[in-house]
């Protein structure tokens, strides 16, 4: 299994070119299957998580091709991806896949809007708390689904087509709200979906869906309104820069100090942590091609912040903004309101030194100025990223353990920080 090897105290300078939305690709990958025409989807990160879903929609019978490399393309461009689901031959997601990636249940919806059926396996217990899917099968249902559960499969059946309907959500659920977005786009009538999550690639979706022939409006706020079509056709669509690759960066470089241009990255799409972060001493200056964040001279200071969902603080940076804390001048605290359990980095980082107490929902950090390098282990996908912002400070050698939850969401991450100043080597085997 690869390492990851860094040796601390090296400040980031130069520019990293931030990649397309993991959490936008792949609900994007999963919305072909609601058409028979070829979508082409531009700026898809090279994730383990996208060739996952490679493999669970050729499972399904989808055709997808990787371009090739064109005039004047950049190595960091992400890929574009043709894909088509002209003749879907299997409507059964069986559990080998989906275990490895929860996201990949989602396809749950455009199976049973188009092909009025799918067997979807329950993706089972998961690393950041319990993630059930209740939500998502109410959804359905309301649109008129028939669902069972049997032998750890949830068995859809809508043997006359979904029909729209109003679907509220008692929650904000990411999950809920795509599953819903793509089963009402094939539905007869009209839905209306209200508590909806306003997160950017719930819009990004939404967007492409629009350019497929779908008739959504709202998306990116609570009350999404879908007046559903027969048929979607093919089109082109670009996946909107990540947000969170954007957001740990920028607190890589408010932990290290230096200046770092992070290219292509919105601001629109992270203001509450960019927010945060000038709290916390750094300078953050939107540009035309992205976001410069800097931290020169001054110490870093330390924030009380809670997650919620967007536009409040995301959970999905909350790990790396504690990575952060663990050097601030004082007292932080951090509240995790979306998922229970997602504290599993504490352990490795007081690994390095770090000082976290943690009471229920609430992280309590103590900043030290003494993080020390040691071996730490990988548990999920934004708790690895934190141990090497903190490792990226620490004094001596930090080894990453298991990083394959790194090589998930974040492309070519060594590269990136290597090419701003900071030693950090892949240890293959
Ligand atoms: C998505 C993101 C993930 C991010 C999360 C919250 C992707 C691929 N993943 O995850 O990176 O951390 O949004 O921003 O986009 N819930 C239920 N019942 C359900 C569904 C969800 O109770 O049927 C709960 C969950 O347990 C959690 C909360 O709702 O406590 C939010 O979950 P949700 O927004 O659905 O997260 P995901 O879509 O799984």
Not at 12 to 27: D, E, H, M, Q, W
Not at 313 to 323: E, G, H, I, V
């Amino acid at each position: 299994m690869d390492r990851i090897r860094i040796v601390g105290g090296n400040k980031l300078n130069g520019t990293i070119p931030i990649s397309g939305a993991k959490n936008a690709a792949l609900p994007l990958m999963i919305a072909a299957l609601l058409t028979d025409e070829t979508l082409i989807l531009d700026n898809v990160p090279r994730l383990a998580d996208v060739a996952q879903l490679q493999r669970i929609l050729g499972n399904h019978g989808v055709d997808i091709m990787s371009a090739g490399k064109r005039p004047g393309d950049h190595e960091y461009q992400g890929q574009t991806l043709h894909i088509s689901a002209a003749n879907i031959v299997d409507t059964t997601a069986p559990y080998e896949l989906v275990s490895k990636m929860r996201a990949s249940f989602w396809v749950i919806a455009p199976l049973l809007a188009r092909m009025k059926e799918a067997k979807v396996s329950l993706p089972g217990g998961c690393a950041i708390g319990t993630r059930p899917v209740d939500l998502l099968i109410m959804a359905l249902e309301k649109l008129g689904a028939e669902i069972s559960i049997d032998g750890g499969y949830a068995v859809a059946r809508a043997p006359t087509g979904l029909k729209g309907a109003e679907i509220d959500f008692p929650k904000v659920t990411v999950s809920g709200t795509h599953v819903a977005l793509m089963a009402a786009a094939l539905a007869k009538g009209t839905t209306i979906i209200t508590g909806a999550a306003c997160e950017p690639e719930i819009a990004d979706v939404a967007d492409c869906l629009n350019k497929m022939g779908a008739k959504i409006s709202g998306a990116g706020t609570s009350r999404i309104v879908i007046e559903g079509v027969t048929k979607l056709h093919g089109a082109r669509h670009t996946v909107l820069p990540d947000r969170i690759e954007t957001g740990t960066y920028a607190m890589a470089v408010a932990m290290t100090g230096g200046d770092v241009q992070l290219e292509g990255a919105r601001p629109e799409l992270l203001q509450s942590a960019l927010d945060v972060l000038v709290q916390a001493g750094a300078t953050v200056t939107p540009n035309n091609q992205g976001i410069r964040v800097a931290r020169n001279g001054a110490g870093i200071s330390p924030v009380k912040v809670t997650t919620s969902p967007f536009p409040g603080f995301p959970t999905d940076l909350q790990a790396q903004l504690m990575a952060l804390m663990t050097s601030a001048k004082g007292t932080s605290q951090i509240t995790e309101t979306i998922f229970e359990n997602r504290f599993m980095h504490v352990q490795e980082l007081a690994r390095l030194g770090a000082r976290i107490s943690l009471d229920g929902e609430t992280a309590t950090i103590e900043g030290t100025s003494t993080l020390r390098g040691a071996p730490v282990m990988a548990t999920d996908l934004r708790a690895s990223v934190s141990l090497v912002i903190a490792a990226l400070a620490a004094e001596g050698e930090t080894t990453v353990n298991r990083v394959y939850h790194l090589d998930r969401g974040f492309e070519r991450l060594e590269e990136k920080l290597s090419a701003c100043g900071a030693t950090i080597e892949r240890i293959s085997g």
